[in-house]
């Protein structure tokens, strides 16, 4: 009886131990990237941040900077997203005009509430507008750049 007893424990150990050999190395795989990728985030959010710079208007306000890497297109990719949300006086078309525009890798969005639950743009919003209160005549934007070089691989963030 004891042998028997014996060999449910070396069993049943042997189990748990392919289990969490298993899932560790699960866990590995999925976000081993994910240091590097910070690193890569801060590297693109500070070249943005000097590459936009000369491009606010004086009537421009910083409200808050966004650091972002995910999957918000087709899943092949890592996507990273650098960007300033400010408000400013100045008309939408005329903020539209001053900084550099290309719909797929940089532009700017205008917060105006009628964001569409579960897009980027509104998870943005809920994330860093939450509490903003909104003055009278004006314009809250993110002006923006993303780059999507990167492989899903390695980073949940990204899948």
Wanted: aromatic share 16%.
């Amino acid at each position: 009886m004891k042998l028997f007893y014996k060999i449910i424990i070396i069993c049943g150990a042997t189990i748990i131990s392919v289990f969490l050999l298993l899932a560790t190395s699960i866990t590995i795989y999925m976000t081993y990237k994910i240091p590097l990728n910070n690193y890569r985030l801060m590297l693109f959010q500070n070249d943005f941040r000097q590459n936009i710079k000369s491009f606010h208007p004086d009537q421009s306000e910083l409200i808050t900077e966004v650091a972002e890497v995910g999957n918000w297109a087709d899943g092949t990719y890592c996507e990273f997203l650098a960007g300033q949300i400010r408000s400013s006086t100045l008309p939408k078309e005329e903020l539209e005009k001053i900084y550099p525009y290309d719909f797929f890798t940089a532009g700017v969005h205008f917060f105006d509430g009628n964001e569409q639950f579960g897009s980027p743009w509104y998870e943005l919003r809920e994330k860093h507008l939450k509490d903003y209160k909104l003055k009278e005549g004006e314009n809250v934007y993110l002006v923006w750049k993303s780059k999507t070089d990167y492989n899903t691989s390695g980073d949940i963030r990204c899948d």
